[in-house]
């Protein structure tokens, strides 16, 4: 029976977590955020210079005209690069979460079944009691999700 609770506890915090109408989870202290944000402006700031590096190797080997559509074509490489590289990660994390629900949900499912079959027979000997309970239940579970709202 603990088990049973603890997991449904589990899929609560995994819903809230996973689910789309609440808040991120904030993995990042201001400290790791302020870092991860300067390095991200010094990796472009280098790629800057790379680019402009290349157009003057590009200039002393062809005309302006050539050297700045290969520098441009060198632009849009690296775009490209970093757009598929964002779309990879994003359906790696898509598939990671999806997998992970699945992984709740069956758990959960299996649970119920199991207590369902645990309270089965205790609610067909007593079943004015058993409506007792899940009424007050309701009317508990009914309370915390309008005070939660």
């Given at each position: 029976?603990?088990?049973?609770l603890?997991?449904?506890?589990?899929?609560?915090?995994?819903?809230?977590?996973?689910?789309?109408?609440?808040?991120h989870?904030?993995?990042?202290?201001?400290?790791e955020?302020a870092?991860?944000?300067?390095?991200a402006?010094?990796v472009?700031?280098?790629l800057?210079?790379?680019?402009?590096a290349?157009?003057l190797?590009?200039l002393?080997n062809?005309?302006?005209?050539?050297?700045a559509?290969?520098t441009?074509l060198l632009?849009?490489?690296v775009?490209?690069?970093?757009?598929?590289?964002?779309?990879?990660?994003f359906l790696?994390k898509?598939r990671?979460?999806r997998?992970?629900?699945?992984?709740?949900?069956?758990?959960?499912?299996?649970?119920?079944?199991?207590?369902?079959?645990?309270?089965?027979e205790?609610i067909?000997?007593?079943?004015?009691?058993?409506?007792?309970?899940?009424?007050?239940?309701?009317?508990?579970?009914?309370?915390?999700?309008?005070?939660?709202?």
């Amino acid at each position: 029976m603990k088990a049973v609770l603890a997991l449904a506890a589990e899929q609560m915090i995994m819903s809230k977590l996973l689910g789309g109408s609440h808040k991120h989870v904030n993995i990042f202290g201001k400290a790791e955020k302020a870092v991860a944000t300067i390095s991200a402006f010094l990796v472009i700031l280098g790629l800057g210079f790379l680019i402009y590096a290349a157009h003057l190797t590009f200039l002393q080997n062809f005309e302006p005209n050539m050297a700045a559509a290969y520098t441009g074509l060198l632009i849009i490489g690296v775009s490209l690069v970093a757009i598929i590289s964002l779309y990879a990660i994003f359906l790696y994390k898509t598939r990671k979460i999806r997998n992970l629900k699945s992984n709740v949900f069956e758990t959960v499912s299996g649970s119920v079944e199991e207590l369902i079959d645990e309270l089965a027979e205790p609610i067909k000997n007593h079943p004015k009691t058993a409506m007792a309970v899940a009424s007050i239940l309701g009317l508990v579970l009914a309370d915390r999700i309008r005070d939660s709202l």
